[in-house]
């Protein structure tokens, strides 16, 4: 087993940055950079929700923006990517630009599916982005089948799979991972275990203490990671589609992350201390980890930073402005892309 995460108490000591890495300084800062925006995006989503500008289901990535960006940057643009409904900032980092994101959940013509996905179904053929799904699991099958059409052409891509912590317990995950590694199938399946199944902790759902070893069952390469370390999740992934390229070989891995808010924006979040919280934005929180290893290299400073942070906040202001100002579909487009008998 491969292995880079730290013990899962947010009260343990916090891991050593990493500050020594073959990722080099422009990628680092990418890195930060890109962390900043999905942070900012999301807090732009969860105020325009608020504000009643759009409405239905919507969960933040809030907390878990370093496992996005690490994983995006170990992977190349031709990559599938399947995800789960807690997406924004996924779809952004495949390619997709923020402010069609924003104009996505308002409902848009302007939005990558033209208003018609919302948050939970983000999808784009152009970026390989293959979704945002709303079925719980259900994106795991889907993402084995596109790992099955790369391998029987031949072709040098991996799938990237997303899930939560609490799809490891649906049917379709072990279906899913079964024939992954009965056939070979190129797909990463993570595992992105923020601890909380909706309001459930997921101690009380699994019997095992680690959820990769859900992988021993198929005779499957695992490994786990820091989820809230970007540079220990993109070296550590990096090394996993490596070999995955040449061995055409699936791949679960776990990483431990946390969201800060709730399961989704009606969540308060009551089946959790506040403390708890707070330990993990203290000792944990990706961007202040990442930004504090950036300035002990000298590669940053605190105010390169702060303006870094600033522009972020710009950004999504403009992609809120650019969704506000998006029109809706016509009534004429209700019916088009719909199977209707």
Not at 56 to 73: N, P
Not at 108 to 130: L, N, P, T
Not at 295 to 300: K, N, W
Not at 304 to 328: M, N, R, T, V, Y
């Amino acid at each position: 087993m491969l292995s880079n995460a730290p013990n899962s108490d947010p009260k343990a000591k916090a891991p050593t940055l990493i500050l020594k890495s073959d990722a080099d300084k422009s990628l680092q800062l990418d890195l930060y950079r890109k962390m900043c925006l999905f942070r900012r995006f999301e807090e732009k989503v969860g105020l325009a929700y608020t504000k009643r500008k759009f409405s239905g289901f919507c969960h933040l990535h809030i907390g878990q923006e370093a496992l996005c960006a690490g994983v995006q940057a170990a992977i190349k643009d031709t990559d599938y990517i399947f995800s789960g409904y807690r997406s924004h900032t996924q779809a952004i980092a495949k390619g997709i630009k923020p402010g069609q994101v924003m104009a996505e959940l308002f409902g848009k013509a302007d939005g990558i599916c033209r208003g018609k996905g919302g948050s939970m179904h983000m999808f784009s053929a152009e970026h390989r982005f293959m979704g945002g799904h709303g079925i719980v699991g259900g994106q795991l099958p889907l993402a084995a089948g596109v790992g099955f059409a790369i391998r029987y052409e031949e072709k040098d891509d991996i799938v990237v799979c997303y899930m939560g912590d609490a799809a490891t317990n649906q049917g379709a995950f072990h279906e899913a991972l079964n024939m992954a590694a009965t056939w070979d199938i190129p797909v990463l399946y993570i595992i992105e275990n923020n601890r909380y199944g909706m309001g459930t902790d997921i101690r009380r759902t699994s019997s095992i203490d680690h959820l990769w070893k859900r992988a021993l069952s198929y005779d499957m390469d695992y490994s786990d990671v820091d989820g809230m370390n970007v540079l220990a999740t993109y070296e550590h992934v990096t090394k996993l589609v490596n070999k995955m390229r040449d061995d055409k070989k699936p791949h679960l891995m776990e990483a431990l992350t946390y969201r800060y808010r709730g399961h989704s924006v009606s969540d308060p979040g009551t089946y959790r201390t506040k403390s708890e919280v707070e330990e993990y934005q203290k000792n944990r929180d990706p961007i202040m980890q990442h930004g504090k290893a950036l300035v002990s290299q000298g590669y940053a400073t605190e105010a390169e930073l702060k303006a870094w942070d600033k522009s972020a906040k710009e950004a999504a202001k403009e992609a809120e402005k650019f969704a506000d100002e998006s029109p809706f579909p016509p009534i004429s487009e209700a019916l088009d892309h719909n199977l209707v008998p």
